[in-house]
Structure formats: C-alpha cells, structure tokens
Nanobody
Framework: QVQLVESGGGLVQAGGSLRLSCAAS????????MGWFRQAPGKEREFVAA????????YYADSVKGRFTISRDNAKNTVYLQMNSLKPEDTAVYYC??????????????????WGQGTQVTVSS
C-alpha cells in the first residue's frame, strides 16, 4: 500500500510559478513510476506528467511541455511538479498517483493504482 499526500497548490497570477510536492509512504516508492494528473470542473481527469521509478525518463502532456517539470527524490519518497508560465487554463485540482509497479510509465488514469487527495491550483488572468 502507498499513501500519497500532495501540497503546494494555491492561487497565482498568469505567468507565475508553483511547485507541487507529493509525499509518499511505503518502502517500495522507489519501484513505482509516478504521475501527475489534473481535473478541472466539468472535465475528465487528464494526464499532466509522469516519471519512471529511476527518474531517468519523464513524459509530458503537450499542453504543459516546456513549462512544467516533473522530478523525484527517492531518498525523500517525494515527487515534484514545477509549474512555470502558468495559464488560466491550468486551473484544476492536481493529483499525484503511483502505478503500483507496472512495466513502463503510464499516461492514462487506469494505469495508476494509488492516488492522493488532490491540491487546488488556481491561475488568475
């Protein structure tokens, strides 16, 4: 079992930056790929970014490529999402997820087994 707790959300003006953190419990954190997803009101949860267990590979949605960076510190059982040049359309609840040890790095909701409670990110224009 893995428990995930996100932090770092808030209100920011367009063009600003935020850094989300996701703290994980469990001794097997460093064997899981980790992902960030987001869900805006009235929309489906969508993929934002994911990183392999080693941190060697990272994947991004086209909408955030070049602006967001995912990273992880396995010694601290933490994954991060650095968000720069934020836009109003980035407003959503952001969720951290762990894949439970699957092969490869998933970009779909169903490929992740453990989820955090989410943290709200609001970008004002």
């Amino acid at each position: 079992q893995v428990q995930l707790v996100e932090s770092g959300g808030g209100l920011v003006q367009a063009g600003g930056s935020l850094r989300l953190s996701c703290a994980a419990s469990g001794r097997t954190f460093n064997t899981y790929a980790m992902g960030w997803f987001r869900q805006a009101p009235g929309k489906e949860r969508e993929f934002v970014a994911a990183i392999a267990w080693s941190g060697g590979s990272a994947y991004y949605a086209d909408s955030v490529k070049g602006r967001f960076t995912i990273s992880r510190d396995n010694a601290k059982n933490t994954v991060y999402l650095q968000m720069n040049s934020l836009k109003p359309e980035d407003t959503a609840v952001y969720y951290c997820a762990a894949d439970g040890g699957r092969v490869g790095v998933g970009v779909r909701v169903y490929e992740y087994d453990y989820w955090g409670q989410g943290t709200q990110v609001t970008v004002s224009s």
